[in-house]
């Protein structure tokens, strides 16, 4: 049934976006040098590595870390950059994830292949086990102002609620959140 909804939604949301995805990647290409997309190493489901894609709001030269944690991340923004993060445009691409079955529109966010803290976590804990998510409980909670410890609590919190409607209820919690451009540090 969830494999359903994503595939139903992804394809919606893919036509009905399809003007904004077009605008926002050719204003990537016209503000920074480098492609459009930015793709990912992230882990997935029982942790396996597959590519993410995101629309670029960083320069090229940025160190494969976290944002976190970078010195300052500020001077690797693109000039758009804080705009496409404040807005979540950069999530766009996204729904090809979705489409492919590597993500969900709920469930945790894809770790990056490198932070082995939050694997170890989740792994632990049997998050690992979910089809990573576009947004999650852990994002409509905090996003980027939550520690790993947290993030992860509420990842294993999502395992015990998770059905149709606590989606339902995540996926508008993150409409509101995006359009108040809620828990976006950088």
Do not use: C
């Not at 001077?75 to 705009?83: C, D, R, S, V």
């Not at 792994?123 to 409980?137: D, N, S």
């Not at 609590?153 to 409607?165: R, V």
């Not at 508008?172 to 540090?185: S, Y």
Request: aromatic share 8%.
């Amino acid at each position: 049934m969830k494999r359903l909804f994503d595939l139903t939604l992804a394809l919606f949301a893919g036509l009905v976006l399809l003007l904004p995805i077009l605008l926002v990647a050719l204003a990537v290409r016209l503000t920074s040098r480098g492609p459009a997309l930015y793709w990912s190493d992230r882990v997935g489901r029982h942790n396996r590595i597959f590519r993410m894609p995101k629309f670029r709001s960083m320069r090229v030269d940025t160190p494969a870390v976290a944002t976190h944690l970078l010195t300052d991340p500020g001077k690797y923004l693109t000039p758009i950059g804080p705009f496409l993060r404040k807005s979540s445009l950069d999530e766009l691409p996204q729904l090809w994830s979705i489409l492919r079955g590597d993500m969900s529109f709920v469930g945790p966010r894809p770790a990056l292949f490198n932070q082995e803290d939050l694997i170890a976590l989740r792994t632990e804990l049997g998050v690992h086990r979910l089809v990573p998510g576009l947004t999650g409980w852990a994002q409509v909670n905090g996003r980027d102002e939550l520690p790993i410890p947290q993030k992860v609590a509420l990842d294993a919190e999502y395992i015990q609620k998770q059905s149709l409607g606590f989606d339902l209820r995540i996926l508008f919690m993150t409409l509101a959140k995006v359009l108040r451009r809620d828990g976006v540090a950088h």
